[in-house]
């Protein structure tokens, strides 16, 4: 009863407050259902970009992983922060000056319509094959096995998930089609305190168990009896070998962090630059932390179990949430996994929508749509997206290396090319229009060649690196024979642009501590 009353009222909490903050906002213009009004700020923006990124797939995928392969997976995390550093700093200002509402819409102007609309339906690819199925899959993972749905409805264990599927599909849902880009911040702010709270809990209570009432000693009796799985520079042959840190690991963190709408598109919103990059540089400062919560307990679940778990580790964190926590606590953390699998859900329906809406509805359905009919399209755009959803989720079950290993490979499908596109944008002024089409068109076939037919024997995020080399070379030699005649970008904001005056120390603290994690973990 105490579980159901903690995830219930935590639940209900973040609905309210989503509410009341939302009450009197228009949401029928095009910015202010798409882009929160271009109103948010640095923490708002923080709280939103973190709960979008850190959902089950984390929780439970990268747990499983830090169980089964140990620290080396931090890198995941901790490299954010320099891909957030380089957004911060060089891409948002671009995006801003040109008054942008999706990523798409640069590919237009930089190169033209053609090249955006592919780009739009490749995203809208990725987020309904990928992303979605993949964090409803999870989220449905860790409920089950917290609240035990399948024996409460005297179910099957396969019945069980897809019901918490469908549950966490239509709530999530809710959110994303009626409160657009603002109802999904200021829900995901305070889910975003919720899971630093709540996933804290998890490694501080387990130490303190381990330590006989001390944290400190907790840990150094882990570290004491596995050293092996404190290790963050990774061997050729592991799963996350450390030379990928120089190859095709960095272009990833770079789209995903600085390119990549479901993200980028709480920047914005922002209501001016230094908000905006206040809050990519907040980001930075939290995914420099979080591996305490999504990679530290998996590593203690392997000295409670050994590698009893190794066949399933992606249900290994919620049998160390059920260990650890007391029963007043359970629900609590129960609300806030269904918070951050809601966060991933919702956002990234209303990115889908915001590009479907505008990038394709608006420019290749009908121009001349208002922009109350454009809100009324990316409603039923996210309802159709949720449903495909809902329906492929259980079919990503039982992924060999894990469920987050196995987005992240499904990912390099659609990511390393956008990047490839959008940095020759960014630094290469002879690419062209016919030049982006022809690297699109590569990186995608070479990917899913080397990676899902011929099987190359090369870990697939060095693949990335080859690919990105590959598709630059591709883009240059085309754009020589079919040069640029894209017009001069101007400015088209109507935001301040003036940037926040600590950003640039902040960037470098970010770096410098990256640096020194590698150095003092690594030693």
């Not at 070479?446 to 883009?475: K, Q, S």
Request: proline content about 4%; aromatic content about 12%; charged content about 10%.
């Amino acid at each position: 009863m105490l579980t159901l009353i903690s995830f219930v009222g935590f639940t209900l909490f973040v609905a309210l407050f989503s509410w009341y903050k939302l009450r009197k906002e228009n949401l029928r213009s095009r910015d202010g259902y798409f882009l929160g009004g271009r109103s948010l700020t640095g923490g708002v923006i923080a709280g939103s970009m973190l709960l979008t990124n850190i959902s089950t797939e984390h929780l439970i995928g990268m747990n499983g992983s830090a169980y089964k392969n140990g620290m080396i997976i931090i890198a995941w995390e901790v490299t954010s922060a320099i891909a957030l550093v380089i957004a911060a700093l060089y891409f948002l200002p671009i995006y801003l000056r040109l008054g942008l509402a999706t990523i798409p819409q640069y590919l237009a102007i930089r190169y033209d319509e053609t090249t955006k609309t592919i780009v739009s339906l490749l995203l809208m690819l990725s987020f309904v094959f990928t992303l979605l199925p993949i964090v409803l899959y999870t989220g449905a993972i860790n409920l089950e096995s917290i609240f035990d749905v399948s024996a409460v409805f005297q179910i099957t264990k396969t019945e069980g998930i897809w019901l918490t599927v469908i549950t966490i599909g239509v709530i999530g849902s809710v959110y994303a089609i009626l409160g657009g880009l603002k109802a999904v911040a200021y829900s995901d702010m305070i889910n975003a305190v919720g899971l630093m709270i709540g996933g804290l809990l998890v490694p501080v209570f387990a130490l303190w168990d381990i330590g006989a009432g001390s944290v400190a000693d907790g840990l150094g009796k882990v570290y004491e009896a596995i050293p092996e799985k404190f290790d963050v520079i990774g061997a050729e042959d592991s799963v996350l070998p450390f030379s990928t840190l120089f190859t095709g690991l960095m272009i990833n963190q770079l789209y995903f962090w600085g390119m990549n709408q479901t993200i980028v598109q709480r920047a914005l919103g922002a209501k001016n630059m230094a908000e905006a990059q206040k809050g990519l540089l907040y980001t930075g400062i939290f995914k420099i932390l979080i591996p305490l919560i999504i990679v530290l307990p998996g590593v203690i679940a392997y000295y409670y179990y050994g590698d009893q778990y190794y066949a399933d580790q992606d249900f290994i964190y919620p049998v160390l949430v059920k260990k650890v926590l007391p029963l007043s606590l359970i629900g609590f953390f129960a609300a806030v996994v269904l918070g951050a699998v809601l966060s991933t859900f919702n956002s990234v329906l209303n990115s889908a929508s915001t590009i479907f809406s505008l990038d394709i509805y608006k420019k290749l359905i009908q121009p001349s749509a208002s922009d109350s009919k454009l809100v009324k399209v990316g409603k039923l755009s996210s309802l159709i997206l949720a449903v495909v959803s809902i329906l492929i989720a259980p079919m990503v079950a039982n992924a060999p290396e894990g469920l987050y290993q196995l987005m992240q490979q499904l990912n390099g499908i659609f990511f390393i090319p956008i990047a490839s596109v959008l940095l020759a944008g960014f630094f290469i002024p002879k690419v062209s229009a016919a030049g982006a089409k022809a690297g699109l068109l590569v990186g995608f076939a070479f990917y899913l060649v080397t990676t899902f037919w011929i099987a190359v024997d090369i870990h697939f995020i060095h693949i990335w690196g080859v690919e990105f080399l590959l598709n630059l070379a591709v883009m240059y030699l085309v754009s020589l024979r079919y040069p640029s005649t894209a017009p001069a970008m101007a400015s088209r904001s109507p935001l301040n642009l003036q940037e926040w005056k600590y950003a640039k120390p902040l960037s470098l603290a970010l770096c410098l501590v990256t640096v020194l994690i590698y150095w003092w973990l690594g030693r």
